[in-house]
């Protein structure tokens, strides 16, 4: 993957390696802010309309005061404007960081928007994995499950430390399990598995990221007829699972062969996969 040749801050094209942001930025000093990364194949964003409402939900929950012009149509004119700039014109991967501006913890009136577009060039190619992910548990680190934990925060030092802990053991992935002992998601995507012939994946009060491919196909199974269910997921239903996948907006879906000594196979996931937005 290359770096990125620019970015846009608050709208203007800026050398990648440009400092702009100020370390009395509560985006900096406490994650106050959140983020969306989304695939753009030939210009055009996947499953934007998810993406966007996605983004623009969490701002106004994390009460941020969004000018006139802040819309779906601007952020897409945004990412278009990068990639060209870039000539990222085959496929990239483009983060949207969104950040409050300078304030201590309490007092700020930045409630501002600050907005960064990154991009970075996808290798052509990529398609359904043959080999399965390698994941195990992680039990370092706790997410917690509030009205806020479906959001992509700033402040993504739970992920990050998982993620880490699984590089540390050469594994793929980690999974984070909640206060209550219970799988939240993985440390880049949300998991579903198959138990009892049932597809599963924990429900947003569970303290799951509200992926975008996660709202997919969710929406894509359940046309289709298959039994779905958003609820608990326990350790003992991962020891009992047929199937477990896991899924992002960039990956699409990579299938688990194993969580520590369980392992299993990709039936479903094969088939799902073909229900994937390419382009």
Same mark, same amino acid.
């Given at each position: 993957?290359?770096?990125?040749?620019?970015?846009?801050?608050?709208?203007? +094209?800026?050398?990648?390696?440009?400092?702009?942001?100020?370390?009395?930025? *509560?985006?900096?000093?406490?994650?106050?802010?959140?983020?969306?990364?989304?695939?753009?194949?030939k210009g055009q964003v996947l499953l934007a309309q998810f993406h966007f409402e996605r983004l623009l939900g969490a701002l106004e929950k994390l009460g941020f005061v969004l000018p006139e012009h802040y819309t779906p149509a601007w952020?897409?004119?945004?990412?278009?404007?990068?990639?060209?700039?870039?000539?990222?014109?085959?496929?990239?991967?483009?983060?949207?960081?969104?950040?409050?501006?300078?304030?201590?913890?309490?007092?700020?009136?930045?409630?501002?928007?600050?907005?960064?577009?990154?991009?970075?060039?996808?290798?052509?190619?990529?398609?359904?994995?043959?080999?399965?992910?390698?994941?195990?548990?992680?039990?370092?680190?706790?997410?917690?499950?509030? *009205?806020?934990?479906?959001?992509?925060?700033?402040?993504?030092?739970?992920?990050?430390?998982?993620?880490?802990?699984?590089?540390?053991?050469?594994?793929?992935?980690?999974?984070?399990?909640?206060?209550?002992?219970?799988?939240?998601?993985?440390?880049?995507?949300?998991?579903?598995?198959?138990?009892?012939?049932?597809?599963?994946?924990?429900?947003?009060?569970?303290?799951?990221?509200?992926?975008?491919?996660?709202?997919?196909?969710?929406?894509?199974?359940?046309?289709?007829?298959?039994?779905?269910?958003?609820?608990?997921?326990?350790?003992?239903?991962?020891?009992?699972?047929?199937?477990?996948?896991?899924?992002?907006?960039?990956?699409?879906?990579?299938?688990?062969?194993?969580?520590?000594?369980?392992?299993? *196979?990709?039936? +479903?996931?094969?088939?799902?996969?073909?229900?994937?937005?390419?382009?």
């Amino acid at each position: 993957m290359q770096n990125a040749a620019g970015l846009l801050y608050n709208g203007a +094209l800026l050398e990648a390696d440009a400092a702009f942001i100020s370390p009395d930025m *509560r985006g900096f000093k406490f994650g106050d802010g959140c983020f969306e990364t989304m695939k753009v194949v030939k210009g055009q964003v996947l499953l934007a309309q998810f993406h966007f409402e996605r983004l623009l939900g969490a701002l106004e929950k994390l009460g941020f005061v969004l000018p006139e012009h802040y819309t779906p149509a601007w952020l897409h004119r945004q990412v278009q404007q990068l990639i060209a700039a870039n000539t990222h014109t085959e496929a990239a991967r483009v983060r949207i960081t969104v950040f409050r501006g300078s304030g201590g913890v309490y007092g700020t009136t930045d409630h501002f928007p600050h907005t960064v577009v990154q991009s970075w060039a996808l290798a052509p190619g990529g398609g359904w994995q043959e080999k399965g992910l390698r994941i195990d548990i992680c039990r370092e680190v706790v997410k917690a499950a509030d *009205r806020f934990s479906h959001i992509k925060s700033s402040n993504y030092l739970s992920y990050t430390l998982a993620a880490r802990w699984a590089e540390e053991r050469q594994l793929d992935d980690a999974l984070v399990l909640n206060q209550w002992g219970r799988v939240a998601d993985a440390t880049i995507a949300n998991v579903f598995v198959v138990h009892d012939g049932i597809v599963k994946t924990p429900a947003p009060e569970e303290g799951c990221i509200g992926g975008v491919m996660r709202r997919h196909l969710l929406a894509t199974m359940r046309a289709a007829g298959w039994e779905v269910q958003e609820g608990q997921l326990t350790e003992e239903m991962l020891a009992e699972a047929t199937e477990i996948f896991l899924t992002n907006a960039i990956s699409g879906i990579r299938w688990v062969e194993s969580v520590g000594q369980y392992t299993y *196979r990709c039936q +479903l996931a094969a088939q799902l996969y073909k229900k994937v937005p390419q382009e």
